[in-house]
T-cell receptor
């Protein structure tokens, strides 16, 4: 098991461009989460999936953000018309379904810089 | 609503000294509490978790935390700091419904002096 992987690790883009990030969870983990972490802050919840269904979205997830998890495996997070305020670390985590205290395993994150 | 407050954005200790990182929580339901560590350019790693089984929780790398309901606290301690403990530490709370999303504190950066 190689853990949660994210690609790319770093992304620099110009304001107004679209970007897409990918997350590959631990195999057999049904739940997948996206968080955003800005400098000096803890991760903030964005959205989560159970299998392919997106079951909750944070108010932080504006209309410019969209997440998918086709076939319940990997997930993508797309940001359209990026703004400088989108610069952050985007973290993905996965966990098995079931108990609320199941550990969420985090990936290394994708650091986005919007110029 | 649930929230977490970590007291002190930076804590500095000498190697071998006691580590104490403070966390207070707010939750309308019995909380599930977690401490995570984040090393530079890495994801978060779970140190320990409280799930109502025992108030004193032992985690990895010699860390432990005590759940005190009366104080709504879940402070993280380690008797003797090591240089390798230098990292960012996050306290987090999780609800028991829905997707079990996790609410994180702002983090405390631990510096360990030789």
């Amino acid at each position: 098991d190689t853990g949660v992987s994210q690609d790319p690790r770093h992304k620099i883009t110009k304001r107004g461009q679209n970007v897409t990030f990918r997350c590959d969870p631990i195999s057999e983990h049904n739940r997948l989460y996206w968080y955003r972490q800005t400098l000096g802050q803890g991760p903030e919840f964005l959205t989560y999936f159970q299998n392919e269904a997106q079951l909750e979205k944070s108010r932080l997830l504006s209309d410019r953000f969209s997440a998918e998890r086709p076939k319940g495996s990997f997930s993508t997070l797309e940001i359209q018309r990026t703004e400088q305020g989108d610069s952050a670390m985007y973290l993905c985590a996965s966990s098995p379904t079931g108990q609320v205290d199941n550990e969420q395993f985090f990936g290394p994150g994708t650091r986005l810089t919007v110029l | 609503a649930q929230s977490v407050t970590q007291l002190g954005s930076h804590v500095s200790v000498s190697e071998g000294a006691l580590v104490l990182l403070r966390c207070n929580y707010s939750s309308s339901v019995p909380p599930y509490l977690f401490w995570y560590v984040q090393y530079p350019n890495q994801g978060l790693q779970l140190l320990l978790k409280y799930t109502s089984a025992a108030t004193l929780v032992k985690g990895i790398n010699g860390f432990e935390a005590e759940f005190k309901k009366s104080e709504t606290s879940f402070h993280l301690t380690k008797p003797s700091a090591h240089m390798s403990d230098a990292a960012e530490y996050f306290c987090a709370v999780r609800g028991n419904t829905g997707g079990f999303k996790t609410i994180f504190g702002a983090g405390t950066r631990l510096f360990v002096k030789a």
